[in-house]
Nanobody, 119 residues
Framework: QVQLEESGGGLVQAGGSLRLSCAAS????????MGWYRQAPGKLREMVATITSTGYINYADSVKGRFTISRDNAKNTVHLQMNSLKPEDTAVYYC?????????????WGQGTQVTVSS
């Protein structure tokens, strides 16, 4: 069974930085996509950043230039470095892993980690 474990959330003042980490365990294809999503109270979950196992990266417009996603394929980990944080970045951040096996797409979610940015 594939599982994701997140760490690194917390409370920070506006303008500060946080680094989120996510470790994947279990068996899954080496070709996959890992990413971070977030959900603020009363809002839909939205994509923050994704990175494929081949290194292709996609960011939400709202975080471009402030957040950096990276991954270590050997360790099955993905990280999100968040700089210049704003109060509107406050949300629960979820790690996600997507892969295909035998033509079926699987999407695995972490339990979420709270990020709170105070003004």
């Amino acid at each position: 069974q594939v599982q994701l474990e997140e760490s690194g959330g917390g409370l920070v003042q506006a303008g500060g930085s946080l680094r989120l980490s996510c470790a994947a365990s279990g068996t899954f294809p080496s070709l996959n996509v890992m990413g971070w999503y977030r959900q603020a109270p009363g809002k839909l979950r939205e994509m923050v950043a994704t990175i494929t196992s081949t290194g292709y990266i996609n960011y939400a417009d709202s975080v471009k230039g402030r957040f950096t996603i990276s991954r270590d394929n050997a360790k099955n980990t993905v990280h999100l470095q968040m700089n210049s944080l704003k109060p509107e970045d406050t949300a629960v951040y979820y790690c996600n892993l997507v892969y295909r096996t035998r033509g079926v797409t699987d999407s695995v979610w972490g339990q979420g980690t709270q990020v709170t940015v105070s003004s």
